[in-house]
């Protein structure tokens, strides 16, 4: 019944607090926003998409708290290395790394991450080789291939896995 | 504007120093797109702007209607979300449409089509000059 009704719940939650949040706390809006879920979840039902399945709340939050910081870190790096001009030249470049993940809601959360830190973008994913190119801004500041398996990829392969 | 007096000192300082922030920021992404050197370097730099450019003056505009309004305004987590979500879309069409035509051009510095082991860094590819 659980089943039928709600097949997604955590999708189901997330829109019923983007319409709390867009239209306020009140009784009528809440009925509404459930009305709104529900139907959602029965269209995304009807999509039969693969359910992405959380294993490891800890390793969300672990990804959680360092996923900004390293945002805000590079945003510095970036900042500074475009004010720099030609004197403070970084070399930039291409950087294949082999992924384990294969997870598609991993991947594209991986892909979010990557591309939310200024200083390296997702270029092209290769799902028969299962590698990624990235192309990084500052390519000799950090060893990319194992910061990004170690920091994003390995917490990503914990929660879906 | 209303009720722009009846902010409290330091709430309009925060407010006022969120939002410099976040533009200051957006100039820098800019700025980056008109000195960066090839298509591949610029594509980094208007990221600046769609996180802790856009992050900063989302922040601000949080504590000002939640303080205007003596309610939590939220609105903006969602436009956050929607930014960080719909952002890699448009990258990856753009980086992807370069590389197609680069190495259809044969452009030394794109790597092919990843025919090296994989694992390998991809090494000296500086850019177009």
Known sequence: MMRSVLPYPLLALS????????????AGQLLLGCVVAVAASAVMAQLQSPKPRLRSW???VRLA???????????????RQILAGTGGRKVSGFVTIPLALRDRTGLAILACIITSTPGTAWVEYD????????????LESEDWVKLIKTRYEQPLGEIFG | MTGMADLPIWAALLVAFLVLLGAVLTLIGVL??????????RVHAPTL????????????????????ETRLVLHEILIAVFITITTPVTLML???????????????????HQEADPGSAGGDHSGRK
């Open chain 2, 49 to 68: 702007g769609t996180t802790f450019g856009a992050g900063s003056i989302l922040a601000a505009s949080m504590i000002f209607f939640s303080m205007l």
């Open chain 1, 58 to 60: 800890r390793a969300i």
């Open chain 1, 127 to 138: 799902s028969k080789r299962s590698t990624l190119l990235l192309h990084v801004l500052d």
């Open chain 1, 15 to 26: 829109l019923l607090a983007m319409w709390i949040l867009l239209n306020g706390v009140s």
């Open chain 1, 65 to 79: 708290l360092v996923v900004p910081v390293d945002i805000f870190r590079s945003n510095v790096a970036v900042s």
């Open chain 2, 94 to 112: 753009l980086a992807r449409a370069a590389l197609y035509r680069d190495r259809a051009e044969g452009a030394e510095f794109v790597p092919l």
């Open chain 2, 32 to 41: 980056g797109l008109l000195r960066l050197r090839s298509f591949y370097e």
